[in-house]
């Protein structure tokens, strides 16, 4: 790789853990203003009329068939679901503390993976889970000076579940360019959020409020788009692996941005479970695994190689059976579009 695209990549990786930030800090504004079904269908009602000018200046194709569904299916579950639990945990959870729950999206997609059979449970899955439910036991009980209500608590982990699940489903679906999937995802999402303010009763009323626009054309623009787009820049240079780190440096920059912005008070046990559920997502999911050399092929005979087409079995240039298991890998190539909320 070159020097130039390597600082590029550099460049938009910090700008990515900065800019996607913001998102939580920004929904908390939102939220004072727009009711949270409201304000979130409205956001990704603009982004994907965004990416869908960005499709047709691409020219990409709308997927048919099962890819399609898949695209659908994503969107209903990360975008309607997962950003319907976010934006009420944002009404009574300060953003810092929410994005640290956030984090645990890596970890649980590979959960979701070893239950849907996509993925084995290795032992530092096991290990980083027991670490990161340490953690949120410990925020949960920690004392703030505004108690942790249990019903957003459950709502901000249920949007990491869902971002998950998301990421998890879309596998079994034919792939679907990244820009596409997402301009798909964010119109179905958009439009489940939309019948879900209007059966709730929820006032649809446009902002007034100079620091509500501002909050929901940043989670437009910047959390919806920009974030997406430099997270594609860096996995040009970078692998998936080693991008997902973005998720682990997100809830810094959200803690210092809600103290900042929003007051958020940060105790020292707050911070300390915050640790603990960090840790446990790079050790369950980002560590990079230790796998043993790979033993010198030996070819096998011909008639052996052509039993094993036979059998449904593809011999690799040493006529060698090779398979294609679901890996950590391909699990976090698809959570581009729910980092940073």
């Given amino acids: 790789m070159s020097a130039d695209r390597q600082r590029l990549a550099v460049a938009a990786f910090i700008a990515n853990a900065v ?17 949270p079904l409201w304000g979130a269908g409205v956001r990704f009602s603009l982004a994907a009329a965004l990416l869908v000018v960005a499709m047709t200046m691409l020219r990409l194709e709308l997927p048919r068939g099962r890819a399609l569904i898949g695209a659908l299916l994503y ?31 890596p970890l649980a997609t590979l959960l979701l ?97 100079p620091a509500t626009w501002a909050a929901l054309g940043y989670l437009v623009v910047v959390g919806s788009v920009l974030v997406f787009v430099l997270y594609l820049v860096v996995l040009r240079s970078w692998s998936a692996s080693r991008a997902a780190y973005v ?47 790979t033993p010198p092929a030996v070819p096998l005979p011909a008639n052996a190689a052509g039993a094993m087409r036979a059998h449904g079995s593809q011999p690799n240039v040493a006529g060698r059976a090779v398979s294609e298991p679901m890996d950590a890998e391909g699990v976090r190539r698809w959570t581009t579009s729910t980092a940073g909320s």
């Fill in 247 to 293: 998720f682990v440096l997100i809830p810094f920059v959200t803690v210092a941005l809600s103290a900042w912005l929003d007051h958020e008070p940060v105790a020292a046990r707050l911070a300390f479970g915050g640790l603990l559920v960090l840790a446990g997502v790079y050790i369950g999911a980002l560590r990079p695994a230790r796998t043993p050399p």
């Fill in 75 to 105: 969107g209903m579950v990360n975008f309607g679901a997962g950003f319907a639990l976010a934006y009420y945990a944002l009404l009574r959870l300060h953003a810092g503390l929410a994005q640290t729950l956030l984090a645990l999206v």
């Fill in 19 to 35: 800019l996607a930030g913001g998102n939580a800090v920004a929904i908390r504004f939102s939220n004072r203003e727009l009711a």
């Fill in 113 to 209: 993976a070893v239950a849907w059979r996509q993925e084995r449970l290795r032992v530092a899955a096991l290990v980083g889970t027991l670490l990161a439910l340490a953690g949120v036991t410990w925020i949960s009980r920690a004392p703030m000076r505004e108690p942790v209500p249990p019903a957003a608590l459950l709502a901000a982990l249920g949007t990491a579940v869902c971002f998950a699940q998301a990421t998890v489903l879309v596998r079994r679906f034919p792939p679907v360019h990244p820009v596409t999937m997402n301009a798909v995802g964010m119109t179905a999402g958009a439009a489940l959020l939309v019948a879900g303010s209007l059966l709730a009763d929820e006032p649809l009323a446009l902002p007034r409020h």
